[in-house]
Each structure stands twice: as C-alpha cells, then as structure tokens.
T-cell receptor
Framework: SAVISQKPSRDICQRGTSLTIQCQVDSQVTMMFWYRQQPGQSLTLIATANQGSEATYESGFVIDKFPISRPNLTFSTLTVSNMSPEDSSIYLC????????????FGQGTRLTVV | KNQVEQSPQSLIILEGKNCTLQCNYTVSPFSNLRWYKQDTGRGPVSLTIMTFSENTKSNGRYTATLDADTKQSSLHITASQLSDSASYICVVSPQWEYGNKLVFGAGTILRVKS
C-alpha cells in the first residue's frame, strides 16, 4: 500500500489569489491524479499528473487555471489560480500503479474556501 | 454517458444492525468495481475491488456483491459500529481506460447511532 500526505489540509483564501497543494507519496508510483469533490457530489477528475511532462487535463479544466507539476515519481503539486468562490471545494490527490485492477490510494484532501 | 448511481442517498441505522447499500452502473465494458469508505475530512479508503468475473468479496464486516448481467452491486455491512459512520462510494473502472481513470458514484452517507 501507499501512504499519501497532502497539505495543506484546509485553507481559507481571498479571491484573486492562488493556492498550491502538495501531494507526497511514500513510495514510487506510476500514476498520480488530482480530483475535485463538491459537497455531496462525486469526485471529478481534474487531470492526470505526468512525471516529467505536462499534465493531461479533463474536459472543463485548463492548465492556466490548474497548473500541475510532477517532478518525480513520488511528488506532485496542484495550483488553483486566480481563485473565485466557485473554486471552494475539496481537492484530492490520488496515486496508483499502472494496471486495470490495481489499488488507488487517496490523500486526506484539502478543503479550500474562497472568500 | 457512463454513470454510477447509488442508493439510498443517506441512511441512519442503530448500532449493531445490518444494512445494504446499492450501486447501479452503466459503464460497459468494465474492468472492476470498487467500494470505498470516506470518513468526514478524509480521503477515500478502499474496502473491496471486484473484477467483472467475481460475484462477491468480503473485507471483515463488509461484503460486496456484483451482478454483471444486471449491472448492480451491493455493499452489506454486518453488525454496524459507530465507526462505520461515513460516506460509501461505488467506483467503476472502464475497461478501455488503461490509465486507471475511475467513474465515481455520489456516495451513500451512513450514520450509525447508539
């Protein structure tokens, strides 16, 4: 199993500012993902963080708004840029190894409130 | 569109009682179906993973079943405890998504009271 440390666990930010969320895995993993979870709703995939190259974004999410870095196989960051109250949500990091039936592990999430 | 629908949306039971949560999905073909437990303020934690050829899988007091013909799954919790209070999320992995993309249900919020 993999243990994922995600920080900060929560933050309250002013609109127009940016927040960078960090995700550290205790072992090397093939794939890392970033999700957003609105209260009472499903997890929505923002992007796949690719090691050493640009992230792959899902429909509705763009690099300028959610820049992602993944410098190595154990670490990734997600930045929420130019925040508005609509960005208030829980952001989750996930890690897994390649393979259809492999386990997916999640960080504890970052609860973001934009005021 | 791939969908994972869960019911009920929320549930309250007394400690010690059993309960069953339902999941209907339209994802097809799929590689596996997973159940996760998400405590408030925490990330999801895996309970079970079943491939399309498996019918049931247990993890302690949690037993998941899968009927690939009707595209239904259930999670049965036996002898519930206060610590079982959480959101339970059904997740399906599409077969063509070798990149491990997952389709999440909205979850069932379970509250166990004494």
């Amino acid at each position: 199993s993999a243990v994922i440390s995600q920080k900060p666990s929560r933050d309250i930010c002013q609109r127009g500012t940016s927040l960078t969320i960090q995700c550290q895995v205790d072992s090397q993993v093939t794939m890392m993902f970033w999700y957003r979870q609105q209260p009472g709703q499903s997890l929505t995939l923002i992007a796949t963080a690719n090691q050493g190259s640009e992230a792959t974004y899902e429909s509705g999410f763009v690099i300028d708004k959610f820049p992602i870095s993944r410098p190595n196989l154990t670490f990734s960051t997600l930045t929420v840029s130019n925040m508005s109250p609509e960005d208030s949500s829980i952001y989750l990091c996930s890690a897994t190894d390649r393979g259809r039936n492999t386990e997916a592990f999640f960080g504890q999430g970052t609860r973001l409130t934009v005021v | 569109k791939n969908q994972v629908e869960q019911s009920p949306q929320s549930l309250i039971i007394l400690e010690g009682k059993n309960c069953t949560l339902q999941c209907n999905y339209t994802v097809s073909p799929f590689s596996n179906l997973r159940w996760y437990k998400q405590d408030t303020g925490r990330g999801p934690v895996s309970l079970t993973i079943m491939t399309f050829s498996e019918n049931t899988k247990s993890n302690g007091r949690y037993t998941a079943t899968l009927d690939a013909d009707t595209k239904q799954s259930s999670l049965h919790i036996t002898a519930s405890q206060l610590s079982d209070s959480a959101s339970y999320i059904c997740v399906v992995s599409p077969q063509w998504e070798y990149g491990n993309k997952l389709v999440f249900g909205a979850g069932t919020i379970l509250r166990v009271k004494s």
